[in-house]
Structure formats: structure tokens, C-alpha cells
């Protein structure tokens, strides 16, 4: 807006004019290849999820709304978002807490800040796939690290099978979630604090504000922005976790971890409903769209 | 960063405290120390535990995991990564992954930063309404359009090639990257852009020429986002790229580990193949994997 | 670079209110536009027609290797390619879809598996190679049956198997025990070696499938061989009380007398094969197909022996037996005379041998045991096949729909993991029978 000559109607400048078709040029590679492939998809998956298709007929049977009506009457629909409503809550919360945990201590003075900082950015650029591979090793109900550490301190009651145990498995892979992200929690909030005025947390001390205070009150206010945009970030990729459920757990013991991408999967590319399957990933896209228009619009409010 | 000085006197204020006698105040601080540093080790641990004891357990045979599955190997055997690596065939799947990345990070950063710059620079008469339909596509998620993308990619014969990988991902990575040039061409001044213009450079020498190296912060950031985006791929290629020949390593990586569920040294060993090479190349320009990966959230 | 970014946003909330329509009009951006590039799977420079096959044997399995060495040999204008598949229910289905699926494929029958791909228009119907070959005379009717659906046939079923209970002949003679009579011996012997500290079975669930096999032999022995062809065929409830009890006794009674390793759920199938192949358990319920395994001096050096479930409350036993895989050939097959041809070859006089000897396996033709160098747990297991095939029952899982696969497995793990009751289960099974006899997904195996 604020960089170009503005543009009127009818009465380009020739300079404009050359411009606007150079802009015109520098952008329609990039949008041929994403109307072809991205809106061209999004606009199939809306009108899939209006039919019964097997993916292999000729014929897509059109039912109206048939898929949606049965999606509020399936109870595995309901069971999976519930997971992915505990996932997104904790698995939000706690990388975040920690993220803070570790960014106010290194900030507040510690030495070997970058030492720090890149192991715990270590997880993160590792592939799902790997990260699962580890974990379901740790987990393992024989040789596990856990439950080996567990047995070795006499805590041998406490010792289960993690992943096959319907009480504890989601929660241990929501942990697995946290160990491969607290780390890029951490370094995004370490950033917020380089721009956290210090006179203010040193005003607060002189009036007394005790840590927890100036933690509290002064500091968190501050990175409010980033904390925003960073649990945007982690509650849509809450909804739409994947890859460490589907290598981990398979959705199992039972359905005990499935989730809505999983329960996608499954329906439409393991068990042929792809009208039903297309269904379910519009479920995933409203959320994620809810998702982002709510922080979009948060967002907006902090900078007024 | 040059806050540096001024956080550490307001630290030590932190722990003066009004008014107390000075051996107290030692103490305290002697305390609150080891308590920091004591919660910055224990996460450093949990961070890397996990990995050493993927290695340790990658070196032992079968027999001595079940022994003693926490401990060192007692003896080292290499042979488990011959094995793995023969067996695995993981120098193919690396390379299809190298096939795979190097297109997908050259026409992303190529495609985003001529559109980013097309948007931020010059302006046009519907330029608004085609930001808005990317920044649309930054908040649906791929599987929104998986289902109908794989019958699109059977249609037009990409399945089964690595096309089926390649162009897609070009397309998934348009919404962010061109936001992101955009902003980045955006922030840079106006002036350098019009003298060159006045030295006769046209629309394209001037981003080519001028802008886009005046970008390079940008462009080597996205640069490590994209080409983490691609390598650590798995949905993606999970449902296009069910050929054996032309599997990435994460997905080769998955049917391996599928392949020897009993043989966990063998696991471990192809997990650690595939896991080695990347930690080394973030140990080395691990500034410029922080600034990349995290681009997309710190501004 | 922030405050653009900012400005940026704020464009995009002005302006999404009247976006709409504009993005419909983008919807309309070349939706049937299919053309492009040219097929990029070039031809192979040989001029021999190439039959890629898809298999669920191991990458090194002598047998089936030694099957294609010979086939390629004996026959020049073909040459066949074996990949070993380990996630083929994972991934079979896109594949074949995606046209880039094998020619020839090993999969399971049944209408859970085979049969979802058979209706969905993937597998070539062989009526036609059945006559041309006259498999009719050489192969067992029961492998043409279990491959056909909606009254095509699409397969060869094999690998004849039966489930029962193996055990570690060093640790009974040790503890004195004897292979158990009744269910109540049974009990009698598990109460025996948990008092010596060996987990009397091993079993291993987070596969999921092995409880299917559990289920199979209970309701067997339980309700009968009719009355469970008469469920898997959707005209028996299976909530009736003996189903509710084929449920209980397995996956509640004996979890909680201890009788299994802890943490069923979290084990695999393989490693509850290695807690008994370390002696650590004495027992384990499962398939003939384990033979190879169980007879291998690298896995476990102590003698194995077998013995169906015995008998319960007096009721005649009925030990399920089945086609555990089975071939088929894809829709979009290069050759399919090609493809007929290797089916032809994998049961013919000439790879009987590798399949007894290579792989422990029993194909689905005539056939004396005498006649091959076999272990005696093989041996037995194709007597007692030829001789008892009468009264024995089934594998449920391979003859049931996919929707009451889902249920079985989930649902087993969810009873085992107490999330649900052995009641609970039984009404979601016949719930889900009912579905898909909605759907027409049932088969009916009722004499």
C-alpha cells in the first residue's frame, strides 16, 4: 500500500501501466501451480465430501449433506476430536510453559545461552518418522528406557506397556509431541525477550514485585504477541497431528489415540469412503480456519 | 542482544533483595544459580538421552538388548549399520530424497520470491485479492486437499513418479513463502529500486539484480524451512509416493523399520543413518536452521 | 518487516469479507484440464514382458525366491520381479488406484480384505484362467471359494493354516506337565507355571489382528462350527451368550488370572514370539504359519510341540483352519497371460517342495506329506488338515467385512485394556454385522 504510486482508474501513468503487467508476469507462475494444485483440490474435497464414491467408480453418487449427517452420529468422529481437543490443550500449554520456563532463566542471565539453545532445538529438525522410531523404543514394554528406569528404582508397580495401555497412551505420545517441540517454543520466545523493555521489569523491582510478580506482570504482557502467534502455530497443528500418532499407535490400543487426520486416512484411502474421508478433512479445514481467524482477529486487537 | 548488560544487573538486583545482610545475600544467589542451571541441564538431557540412547542401542547385538537394553554396548558392533545400510537401502532412498528437496527448494524460492515482489513492489490492479486467496491457503491444512489431489495426480499420470511428490509441495509452499518474501521486499527501502530503475534496469533487473541479493537473509531462511518442510515430509509421500524405487528416506525409513520389528539394533541403526547426517549439518549452520525454521513464527 | 506484516493482515480481514465470490470464480480455474506430461514409467529396454509381484514373505525367503529363479528361468519371454511388502493393508489400495501397483499381489482373502479391492474394481476376475488352466482339477475348491466375491473369482487362495497352541516340550517336562485334556486342564496347567514364574502364554496384541485369532479359536470350541458359520455369514447374532463367553474367557477371565505376559497391547506380535522363543513363556496360541520360526535352531533350541485348544465344558472342539493370503492379479495388469502363468507355476508339481521345505508353508493342492523332508509339526499340521477338515472351524478375520474387522480388533484391545465389556463388545460386533449386511459386504459360507 504504502510503496507504490497509487493507482487510479482509467489513468495509468505508462509507468504504472509497465508495472502493473510486470506484476501481473512476476506472479502467474506461482498461480498457475497453486490454482492447479491447491485450489483446484480444496474446491474437489468440498464437492467429494457431498458424495458416496468408492475412489474407483465412474459415477460419484451425489447425497446432499448424507456424509455430514452421518459425521454427527459417529461416535469414532467424536472420540478422535475429543483426542485432538486433549492434544491440543496440552500439547499447546506445556511446550509453551516450558519454551517460557527455559527462555526467562536464560534470560534472566545464564551462561552458554547458545550452547543451550541449540540442543534444544535439536528435536525439531528431526523427521516425525525418526522421532516415533525413539519413542516407541523408549516406551517398549520389554526394553524400554522407561520402564527399565522404572523397575530399577524399586517403582516396578508403575511400569506398563505406555502405547497399549488406554489410559496412558495418548498422553505418551502427547509427551513424545512436547519433547520435539519445546525446543521451538523456546527459541521463539527467547527472541519476544530480546525486545522486552528492561527499564519496566527494573521499574517493577524498585516497587517491590517479587519474580513471580514481575514474571507475571510485566514480562508475559510483553511477549503477548508472540505467545499469540505461537499458540496459533501449535493449536493448528493440534488439529491436524498425524505422522508420530500414525507410526506410534495407529490410532490404537482400540481407538484410544485416534485422531481426526488418522481417522481421514483410514476412511479414505484404507477402507475406500472417499466421500466420507473428503467429510472428515473438511472437518480438519473448518477447524483450522476457526483457528486462524480467531488469532488473526486477537492479533489485531493487541496492536490497537 | 544489547540488553545483555542491563538483564544481568536487573538479575542481580533480583536476588539483593531489601536491605539483607551480605552473606544471605550470597547464599541465596549461590541457590537461585544452581537452581537455574539445575532446570537448564535436566532439559538438556531430556533433549538429548533419547538420541545417545538410540546410538547406544543401535551398537549392540540382539542378545545384549535384551541383557541390559539401558547400559553401553559391551562391545561395539558396527556391523548392525552395514547391515542396516545394505539391507535398508538407504543410499537410494537418499538420494531420491536429494531428487525430491533440490526442485522443491529452488521453484519455491524462485515462484515466492517473483510473486512476493511482484505483490510487495508492483503494484496492480487486483494484486490485493490474489494476497489474500495465498494467505487463504496459509490456513488450510494439507489434508483439506489430499483426498482429491491424489485422483488429480493419477489423472494427469504423476503418481508413481517423482513429480507426484515434487509438485505438489511447490504448491503447498506457495502460501507461506510468498508472505514471507512479500513482507521481507516490503521492509526493503524504495529508493534502491528506483535508482536502479534510473539506471535502466527493467522490472526484472531490478529484482533480479538489485532486490533479490538485497534478500538474501529472507531467501536463505526459507531456504532451510522449505528444504526441512521436504526432507522430513511423510503424509505427503506416504500417499503419493508408494514406489519402491522412488521412496524418500522418511518413508523408507518407516517400511525398514516395519520390515525388522524384532531386529531392534537394526532399527536403531537405520533410524541413526537417518538421523546422523541432518544433526550434523544443524550442528554446523545451526544459527541459520533457528532463523529458518522458527521465520515462519517469531515476526 | 514487522509493521508490513501487520499492515498485511489488516488488508486481509478488509478484505475477506467480500472474497466469496471471488474465490468461487477461482474454483473454476481448469478443473478438467488432465492433460501434461506423457507417462514417465518408460518402458524397461528388455523385451521380456515384466510381472511385478507383490508378496508379504520375507525379503530373503528362500522358498518364494527360489519359486521366481525357477519361473524366470523356465519361462524366457517373462520376467518376474518379487517385492516383499510389509505394509500391503497400508498401502496396497492407493497403489493399485494409483496404477502403480504390482501385477501380481499377495493379500489376504476375504471380503475384509481381497474383497474391498475386488469391489472397488482393482483385481482381474480369473474365472476364465481357472478354465483355460483347469485349476478346478488341481487346486482345493476351498482356496477358489475364499478368493471369490459376488459370485466372481479373483484369486488362488494359500498358505492352508490352522491356529492351536504351541509349547516349550523342555519347560512341561520340567514342571511335569502334560498337554492339557480340557479347558480346565488348561487352566490347571497356566495356574502351574505362573506359580513357577513363566508367563504361561506369550501373546503379543498391538498388532491388534492376533486377538482375532484368540476369538476364532474360543467361538470355535465354544459355539460350534455352525453356529459360527452361521454368525460369520450374518444369520446368528453375536451377541448370543456363547459369543459373550468366547469373548470373556480369552480377554477378561484369563488376563486376570495372570495367564498372559503384562501389557498385551503394548506387545507385538514378534516380540511374544521372542518371550517364547527365550523361554520366558511356555506357551503360545497361534498359527501354523509360525512353524518355520518355531522349528529354527537360530530362534529357539528347546522342542516345540502343538495342540489345539481343548475342549470346553465337553464341547466338541473346532480348531479354526483357513487360507491365511492368497494370489490376485491387479485391474491394471500388462499381461495378464503373463500373470496367469506364474499363478500357474507357483502351484505346480515343481514348487510344491519350496513351498514345504523353503517356507513351511501349505499350498492348496493335493498333496502327501510323506513325500517331502518336513518337520513333524508340518507333518502333522497337513494330516490333521487333509483328515480333520471337516470338522474344523474358521479364521474369523479373513472371512468377515472390513467394518467388523475394525470393530473386532478395536474392540478387543479396548476389552483387554477394560475400556469396555466382553458385552459391550459382542452387541458392537453384531452392530457392526448388521451394517455391512446393509451394505452387502457379507459372505456367506453356511453350507
Known amino acids: 500500500m504504502t510503496t507504490a504510486a497509487p493507482v487510479r482508474r482509467g489513468q495509468l501513468s505508462p509507468r504504472a501501466k509497465r508495472k502493473a503487467i510486470a506484476g501481473w508476469i512476476f506472479i502467474t507462475p506461482a498461480i498457475l501451480i497453486y490454482a492447479f494444485f491447491f485450489i483446484q483440490p480444496f474446491f474437489y474435497s468440498i464437492y467429494y465430501s457431498l458424495t458416496d464414491w468408492n475412489g474407483a467408480d465412474p459415477v460419484k453418487q451425489f447425497v446432499g449433506l448424507g456424509n455430514y449427517i452421518k459425521l454427527a452420529g459417529d461416535s469414532l468422529l467424536w472420540q478422535a476430536l475429543g483426542h485432538n481437543l486433549i492434544w491440543v490443550i496440552i500439547g499447546t500449554v506445556s511446550p509453551i510453559a516450558i519454551g517460557l520456563l527455559l527462555g526467562v532463566l536464560i534470560w534472566t542471565g545464564a551462561l552458554g545461552r547458545v550452547l543451550f539453545r541449540t540442543i534444544y532445538f535439536l528435536p525439531v529438525i528431526l523427521s516425525e518418522v525418526v522421532i516415533a522410531i525413539i519413542w516407541n523404543w523408549i516406551y517398549h514394554p520389554l526394553f524400554g528406557a522407561v520402564n527399565q528406569i522404572l523397575r530399577g528404582i524399586g517403582l516396578d508397580h508403575l511400569a506398563r506397556g505406555w502405547l497399549g495401555d488406554p489410559q496412558t497412551a495418548l498422553l505418551a505420545l502427547l509427551m513424545t509431541a512436547i519433547w520435539a517441540y519445546y525446543g521451538f517454543c523456546f527459541v521463539i520466545i527467547m527472541a519476544g525477550l530480546q525486545n522486552v523493555d528492561i527499564s519496566l521489569v527494573e521499574a517493577a523491582t524498585i516497587d517491590g514485585a517479587n519474580g513471580w510478580q514481575r514474571f507475571i506482570h510485566v514480562i508475559v504482557p510483553q511477549l503477548s504477541h508472540v505467545l499469540t502467534m505461537i499458540t496459533a502455530f501449535?493449536?493448528?497443528?493440534?488439529?491436524?497431528?498425524?505422522?508420530?500418532?500414525?507410526?506410534?499407535?495407529?490410532?490404537?490400543?482400540?481407538?484410544?489415540?485416534?485422531?481426526?487426520?488418522?481417522?481421514?486416512?483410514?476412511?479414505?484411502?484404507?477402507?475406500?469412503?472417499?466421500?466420507?474421508?473428503?467429510?472428515?478433512?473438511?472437518?480438519?479445514?473448518?477447524?483450522?480456519?476457526?483457528?486462524?481467524?480467531?488469532?488473526?482477529?486477537?492479533?489485531?486487537?493487541?496492536?490497537? | 542482544m544489547q540488553n545483555t548488560g542491563a538483564v544481568q544487573e536487573w538479575s542481580r538486583m533480583d536476588t539483593r533483595g531489601p536491605r539483607q545482610s551480605t552473606a544471605r545475600d550470597k547464599l541465596l544467589r549461590y541457590i537461585g544459580s544452581s537452581l537455574r542451571y539445575a532446570v537448564l541441564i535436566f532439559f538438556t538431557l531430556v533433549c538429548i538421552t533419547p538420541l545417545f540412547w538410540v546410538i547406544?542401542?543401535?551398537?549392540?547385538?540382539?542378545?545384549?538388548?535384551?541383557?541390559?537394553p539401558l547400559g553401553f554396548p559391551t562391545e561395539i558392533r558396527w556391523d548392525n549399520y552395514i547391515e542396516a545400510w545394505t539391507v535398508g537401502r538407504f543410499g537410494k532412498y537418499f538420494k531420491n530424497s536429494v531428487i525430491i528437496s533440490v526442485p522443491i527448494v529452488t521453484f519455491v524460492i524462485l515462484l515466492a520470491s517473483l510473486a512476493g515482489y511482484g505483490l510487495a513492489r508492483l503494484r496492480f490492479h487486483g494484486s490485493n485479492f490474489v494476497f489474500v486467496l495465498f494467505l487463504l491457503g496459509l490456513m488450510v491444512p494439507f489434508q483439506s486437499?489430499?483426498?482429491?489431489?491424489?485422483?488429480?495426480?493419477?489423472?494427469?499420470?504423476?503418481?508413481?513418479?517423482?513429480?507426484?511428490?515434487?509438485?505438489?509441495?511447490?504448491?503447498?509452499?506457495?502460501?507461506?513463502?510468498?508472505?514471507?518474501?512479500?513482507?521481507?521486499?516490503?521492509?526493503?527501502?524504495?529508493?534502491?529500486g528506483d535508482a536502479a530503475e534510473i539506471d535502466g534496469c527493467n522490472e526484472f533487473g531490478v529484482y533480479w539484480r538489485v532486490m533479490l541479493p538485497l534478500a538474501g537473509p529472507a531467501v536463505s531462511a526459507l531456504v532451510v524451512l522449505q528444504f526441512m518442510g521436504a526432507w522430513n515430509a511423510f503424509l505427503l509421500p506416504l500417499i503419493y509416493m508408494q514406489k519402491e524405487e522412488i521412496r524418500p528416506l522418511v518413508l523408507g525409513l518407516m517400511f525398514f523399520r516395519s520390515r525388522y520389528t524384532q531386529n531392534y539394533p537394526l532399527t536403531m541403526a537405520g533410524a541413526a543413518i537417518v538421523m546422523v547426517p541432518i544433526v550434523i549439518v544443524y550442528l554446523v549452520f545451526q544459527r541459520r536452521f533457528v532463523q529458518g525454521l522458527t521465520a515462519g513464527a517469531v515476526k | 518487516m514487522a509493521t508490513s506484516l501487520r499492515q498485511t493482515r489488516r488488508d486481509f480481514l478488509r478484505l475477506s469479507g467480500g472474497l466469496s465470490a471471488s474465490i468461487l470464480a477461482a474454483a473454476c480455474v481448469t478443473p478438467g484440464?488432465?492433460?501434461?506430461?506423457e507417462?514417465?514409467?518408460?518402458?524397461?529396454?528388455?523385451?521380456?514382458?515384466?510381472?511385478?509381484?507383490w508378496d508379504q514373505f520375507g525379503e530373503d525367503s528362500v522358498g518364494v525366491n527360489e519359486i521366481v529363479v525357477k519361473f524366470n528361468e523356465s519361462h524366457?519371454?517373462?520376467?518376474?520381479?518379487?517385492?516383499?511388502?510389509?505394509?500391503m493393508r497400508d498401502i496396497l489400495k492407493t497403489s493399485l488406484d494409483a496404477g502403480a501397483g504390482p501385477d501380481v499381489m499377495y493379500y489376504d482373502t476375504g471380503p475384509g480384505f481381497a474383497g474391498v479391492l475386488a469391489r472397488a474394481g482393482l483385481l482381474l476376475p480369473l474365472d476364465d484362467a481357472y478354465e483355460q488352466y483347469a485349476w478346478n482339477e488341481r487346486i482345493l475348491p476351498i482356496a477358489r471359494e475364499r478368493a471369490s466375491f459376488d459370485g466372481v473369482t479373483y484369486g488362488i487362495g494359500n498358505e492352508l493354516e490352522i491356529v492351536g497352541t504351541f509349547y516349550n516340550e523342555r519347560?512341561?517336562?520340567?514342571?511335569?506337565?502334560?498337554?492339557?485334556?480340557?479347558?480346565?486342564?488348561?487352566?490347571a496347567v497356566c495356574e502351574a507355571l505362573k506359580g513357577q514364574d513363566i508367563i504361561p502364554m506369550a501373546w503379543g496384541n498391538q498388532n491388534k489382528w492376533p486377538a482375532g485369532h484368540t476369538f476364532s479359536v474360543f467361538s470355535g470350541n465354544i459355539?460350534?462350527?455352525?453356529?459360527?458359520?452361521?454368525?460369520?455369514?450374518?444369520?446368528?447374532?453375536?451377541?448370543?451368550?456363547?459369543?459373550?463367553?468366547?469373548?470373556?474367557?480369552?480377554?477378561?477371565?484369563?488376563?486376570?488370572?495372570?495367564?498372559?505376559?503384562?501389557d498385551i497391547n503394548a506387545v507385538t506380535y514378534d516380540d511374544s514370539n521372542l518371550l517364547f522363543y527365550s523361554g520366558q513363556a511356555a506357551m503360545r496360541l497361534t498359527g501354523s504359519w509360525m512353524i518355520d520360526g518355531y522349528t529354527n535352531p537360530d530362534n529357539i533350541t528347546d522342542p516345540v510341540g502343538f495342540f489345539f485348544y481343548p475342549s470346553i465344558r465337553e464341547k466338541v472342539i473346532a480348531p479354526p483352519a483357513g487360507l491365511g493370503s492368497g494370489y490376485f492379479v491387479g485391474r491394471d495388469v500388462e499381461s495378464p497371460e503373463g500373470a496367469f502363468a506364474y499363478l500357474n507355476f507357483l502351484f505346480s508339481d515343481e514348487t510344491i517342495g519350496d513351498w514345504l521345505e523353503g517356507m513351511a508353508m501349505i499350498p492348496p493342492v493335493r498333496l502327501n506329506a510323506d513325500d517331502y523332508s518336513i518337520s513333524d509339526l508340518l507333518r502333522f499340521t497337513i494330516i490333521e488338515i487333509q483328515q480333520s477338515a471337516e470338522s474344523m472351524g474358521f479364521n474369523i478375520d479373513v472371512l468377515t467385512p472390513d467394518n467388523y474387522n475394525t470393530m473386532m480388533f478395536d474392540g478387543f484391545q479396548e476389552v483387554i485394556g477394560k475400556v469396555k465389556t466382553a458385552q459391550q463388545q459382542a452387541d458392537d460386533l453384531e452392530a457392526a454385522m448388521q451394517e455391512a449386511i446393509e451394505r452387502g459386504t457379507v459372505m456367506d459360507i453356511t453350507p
Open chain 2, 145 to 192: 486437499i489430499m483426498i482429491p489431489l491424489f485422483y488429480i495426480l493419477k489423472d494427469i499420470r504423476f503418481l508413481g513418479t517423482y513429480w507426484a511428490m515434487i509438485v505438489p509441495s511447490i504448491a503447498l509452499g506457495m502460501p507461506f513463502s510468498i508472505f514471507f518474501m512479500r513482507a521481507y521486499f516490503s521492509g526493503l527501502p524504495q529508493e534502491l
Open chain 3, 223 to 262: 459355539a460350534g462350527k455352525e453356529n459360527l458359520a452361521a454368525a460369520i455369514s450374518g444369520e446368528l447374532a453375536w451377541n448370543e451368550p456363547d459369543f459373550v463367553e468366547s469373548i470373556q474367557i480369552p480377554f477378561v477371565d484369563m488376563v486376570d488370572a495372570g495367564y498372559y505376559n503384562s
Open chain 2, 56 to 68: 547406544a542401542s543401535s551398537l549392540k547385538t540382539t542378545g545384549q538388548i535384551a541383557a541390559n
Open chain 3, 171 to 187: 519347560i512341561f517336562e520340567e514342571q511335569g506337565l502334560e498337554a492339557p485334556v480340557t479347558h480346565d486342564d488348561f487352566l
Open chain 3, 76 to 87: 524366457p519371454e517373462y520376467h518376474v520381479t518379487r517385492e516383499a511388502q510389509t505394509n
Open chain 1, 234 to 304: 501449535t493449536l493448528i497443528g493440534g488439529f491436524n497431528v498425524f505422522g508420530i500418532v500414525f507410526v506410534m499407535t495407529q490410532g490404537g490400543p482400540g481407538t484410544a489415540t485416534q485422531v481426526i487426520a488418522t481417522y481421514t486416512y483410514r476412511k479414505a484411502f484404507q477402507e475406500s469412503q472417499v466421500g466420507y474421508g473428503a467429510a472428515l478433512s473438511m472437518v480438519m479445514t473448518v477447524l483450522s480456519l476457526v483457528t486462524s481467524y480467531i488469532f488473526i482477529r486477537l492479533r489485531e486487537r493487541q496492536e490497537q
Open chain 3, 39 to 53: 507417462d514417465s514409467a518408460g518402458e524397461p529396454a528388455a523385451e521380456k514382458t515384466q510381472i511385478l509381484v
Open chain 3, 33 to 37: 484440464a488432465t492433460t501434461g506430461t
